[in-house]
């Protein structure tokens, strides 16, 4: 599937991702064509860093098309980080304020604690939107540009949405 080479697409993907084995899946042939933003995590709010940074990439960009490039299986925080994070001496008092903020400042914070939110990525994300969706759904986005999603099952595999 060869496209236009004059269109700009953007491609928000994990960190642990490769962008050159999706743009061969995706038929885009030159690299001017693409737009990588790369996050740790598939998962983000309207009003999040990231949506800003996609909302300039569009008008500056003047990108056309964006995929969301998410794993199939969701992958949690490893468990030795949390451990190294709350192991720390010095963040424990910060770690007791956050979750409390966290408890009690909702929908602010959509976790109920610090641990929740450093994990992401538990069952309950399939009550709120897709990446996809949330770009979708901008109001500051234009509706003339398409957002998908790509399902990652490994490097190998591409499922588009």
């Known amino acids: ?3 236009d ?3 700009k697409v953007l491609l928000v993907m994990g960190m642990e991702q490769s962008p050159e084995n999706i743009m061969k899946k995706l ?3 030159h690299h001017d064509q693409l ?7 598939p998962e983000f709010s309207p009003f999040s ?3 800003r940074d996609i909302i300039l990439a569009v008008y500056r960009e003047k990108v056309e098309e964006i995929f969301v ?35 009690n400042s909702m929908p602010v914070y959509p976790k109920s604690s610090i641990r929740e939110w450093l994990e992401g990525n538990e069952a ?9 969706e949330v770009i979708r759904n901008h109001p ?22």
């Not at 994070?85 to 007791?96: A, F, M």
């Not at 790509?150 to 949405?161: C, G, P």
């Open 49 to 51: 860093d990231i949506m």
């Open 5 to 7: 080479e004059k269109k």
């Open 69 to 103: 490039a998410v794993p199939k299986e969701k992958r949690k925080t490893p468990r030795e980080t949390l451990n190294q994070i709350y192991g720390n001496k010095e963040l424990q008092e910060k770690i007791q304020t956050l979750d409390y903020l966290f408890k």
């Open 140 to 161: 500051l986005m234009p509706s003339n540009v398409k957002v998908t999603e790509l399902k990652i099952e490994n490097q190998s595999k591409l499922a588009v949405l």
């Open 27 to 29: 038929g885009i042939l």
């Open 1 to 3: 599937m060869n496209r």
């Open 124 to 132: 309950s994300d399939a009550r709120r939107q897709t990446s996809a």
């Open 35 to 41: 737009l990588v933003l790369q996050s740790y995590g």
